[in-house]
């Protein structure tokens, strides 16, 4: 392959080298097999299919001629409306069963079925205990804990009423919310409800189904995504400002390199504890290795930079890549963007692929199901095994890239007041006085449809050259940390407003909020603002952005993001295209319920001219310079 083509599939220059890796060992990695789907199908594109009953699979002609239904008559609104449905029950499910994990943890842990966990933050569980009226006086911890965890349970399935969280929003913005009749009940219900909606023959109404879209999203960003934050917390430790590495350089040739991919912190909180074993240290030097190596990937790896000085080794697009090193004695996962072709890859080198989740397992793979109860004693074992796999690599044929590049991250809620002096004022007052002109949350993945990171940093430079400061999670923040974005120096490249609060603060001009879940961060600051200043959230000059979005849960964020109120950016195009109705429903008439809309803009140079201008429209209606 030509350089030129190369180069169009990232700009990362350890991807590229590790593409051309794979391309000398004849190895295909998920840009191969995008270019194989291509043209891909005009209907999916286009949200014009429907599998929804056996009557079909039904298709509708896009430019108006026949067929113009489905066989049950459905209509290209109904479809599309549905599709988009589906796909945002998919993502709060997979946010929201992930955060119910979270709390079945912290209820085993403080009732003793869960002996290997602690609960880190006492600040946080009693500041939770409160919020939710939960008594505090004369109790243990274990006690308050549980209490807190049996009160997050109730809110995924059985709780008669709304969600405590939604409390958190400023008042007007629960207003709109039930106006329109999308206040969420219950986590669990919400997404149960959108697939029985979208059953063959209920509702037909794209307004009334994309309406309980965002009800179904919002039961994600303010339940599921927010329990899963709030309680790993609780469990981990609230996340503090933290030095790290990132990129595949962070593997080493004379080490154990584990890499823990996925998404839930339960798990992989125990593999670094596991990898400080002084027997399994012991028993890696016996082998010839220096020391285990723990590095993260994807949303786990967002979970552990937060926390531990645990380096990341790349975004989702490197999970290949990672394999190709020949470096890595195992990978382990546990749920979501984990890619089917590990095992095939990893069945080239001596990497064992480890699955531990119940809920996802992969052929091929060693399974080594991980359990709360005994979760350190697993986690060891696994760690063991990684071990005793380091001798079975063939120096030959490793190589590691060497770009890595430091970071700074692990800005909660609590670390940026504390950052701010403990008060929010200092952050109204540069709004205010137009230092900062407005803050963007950049959020999401990445996929073979867009260069590698070309959109997260293109946008996040761009905005940050406005004054705009970017708060990021998941794949997005992970793109900025390998390209130095994530440093307080990288204050020089933001315009002067934004770099003299920086250099006063000595903060980064984006910083890394977290996973994907912890975009409900994101959330608390939006609310904590609009609170300050008395309005509502979709009065503030925020906006949302996923330059690079591919997953499901994307489209459960981006629908939760403009139901909360805030415009969004979106870089892929989502498969609505189809409808005209619901595109413009999304794209404009959702401004007239929620105050926000998408757009869709595969130019990060021109979505951050969109940004820009949303961003002094709303300046300008609060007054602001
Ligand atoms: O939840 S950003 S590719 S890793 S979906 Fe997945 Fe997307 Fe990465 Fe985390 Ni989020
Ligand atoms: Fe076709 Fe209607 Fe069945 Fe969908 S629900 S597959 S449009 S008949």
Not at 249 to 266: S, Y
Not at 445 to 472: A, F
Not at 509 to 516: A, D, E, F, N, Y
Request: charged share 25%; net charge negative; glycine share 8%.
């Amino acid at each position: 392959m030509d350089q030129e083509k190369r180069n169009q599939k990232s700009i990362d220059p350890a991807s590229l080298e590790m593409l051309s890796r794979a391309e000398e060992a004849g190895l295909e990695t998920a840009w191969e097999r995008y270019d194989k789907q291509e043209p891909q199908c005009g209907f999916g594109l286009l949200g014009l299919c429907c599998r929804n009953c056996n009557m079909g699979p039904c298709r509708i002609d896009p430019f108006g001629g026949e067929p113009a239904k489905g066989v049950c008559g459905a209509d290209a609104d109904t479809i599309v409306a549905r599709n988009l449905l589906r796909a945002i029950a998919a993502g709060a499910a997979a946010h929201s069963d992930h955060g119910r994990d979270v709390v079945e943890t912290l209820l085993h842990a403080s009732t003793g079925q869960a002996p290997d966990y602690q609960i880190k933050d006492r600040d946080k569980l009693m500041a939770l205990a409160t919020e939710l009226n939960i008594e505090t006086a004369e109790r243990s911890d274990q006690e308050i804990a549980a209490e807190v965890a049996s009160t997050a349970l109730d809110e995924f399935g059985t709780r008669k009423g709304t969600l405590a969280f939604l409390n958190r929003a400023p008042a007007p913005r629960r207003e709109v919310w039930s106006k329109f009749g999308i206040v969420p009940r219950g986590i669990d219900r919400e997404i149960v409800e959108t697939m029985h909606r979208t059953h063959m023959g209920v509702d037909t109404d794209y307004v009334n189904l994309i309406l309980h879209g965002l009800r179904t999203a919002l039961s994600d960003g303010w339940g599921g995504s927010m329990w899963a934050t709030e309680l790993s917390d609780v469990l981990f430790g609230t996340p503090q400002p933290i030095e790290g590495v990132s990129n595949l350089g962070v593997l080493k040739e004379d080490e154990v390199n584990i890499i823990v991919h996925g998404h839930e912190p339960t798990l992989s909180e125990m593999i670094v504890e596991a990898a400080r074993d002084p027997e399994l240290l012991e028993l890696a030097r016996s082998k010839g290795a220096k020391r285990i190596n723990i590095c993260g990937m994807c949303c786990t790896g967002n979970e552990l930079l937060m926390r531990h000085e645990v380096p990341v080794a790349g975004n989702f697009l490197q999970q290949e890549l990672a394999i190709i090193t020949g470096a890595v004695e195992a990978m382990v996962v546990d749920v979501q963007c984990i890619m089917p072709s590990l095992t095939g890859l990893a069945g080239c080198y001596h990497t064992e692929i480890i699955s531990t989740s119940p809920k996802a397992r992969f052929p091929g793979a060693r399974h080594i199901p991980f359990e709360e109860q005994n979760a350190l004693k697993i986690a060891k074992e696994i760690v063991k095994l990684a071990v005793e796999n380091y001798p079975r690599r063939n120096p030959d044929r490793v190589f590691i890239p060497e770009e890595k590049m430091e970071f700074l991250a692990g800005f909660s809620v609590e670390a940026i007041l504390s950052a701010l002096g403990g008060s929010l004022d200092p952050l109204l007052n540069a709004i205010k006085d137009g230092s900062i002109q407005g803050i963007v949350g950049l959020v999401g993945c990445n996929n073979p449809k867009i260069t590698q990171d070309y959109g997260h940093i293109t946008l996040t430079e761009e905005l940050i050259k406005q004054d705009i400061l970017v708060v990021e999670t998941g794949c997005a923040a992970i793109a900025s940390a390998k390209r130095g974005l994530l440093l307080p120096e990288a204050a020089q490249k933001a315009g002067p407003g934004l770099r003299a609060v920086c250099e006063a603060l000595k903060i980064p001009p984006v910083l890394h909020m977290g996973s994907c879940v912890d975009i409900s961060r994101i959330l608390v600051v939006a609310a904590a603002v609009a609170n300050a200043l008395e309005v509502d959230i979709s009065d503030l000059p925020l906006a949302g952005a996923a330059p690079e979005w591919m997953s499901e849960k994307a489209v459960s964020i981006g629908a939760y993001v403009i139901g909360s109120g805030i415009y969004t950016v979106l870089g892929t195009v989502p498969p609505v295209l189809g409808s005209k109705k619901v595109a413009s429903l999304l794209t404009e008439g959702a401004n007239e319920v929620v105050g926000a809309a998408f757009a869709v803009e595969s130019d990060p140079q021109k979505a951050a001219g969109l940004i820009v201008e949303q961003i002094n429209y709303k300046r300008s209606r609060l007054g602001l310079p």
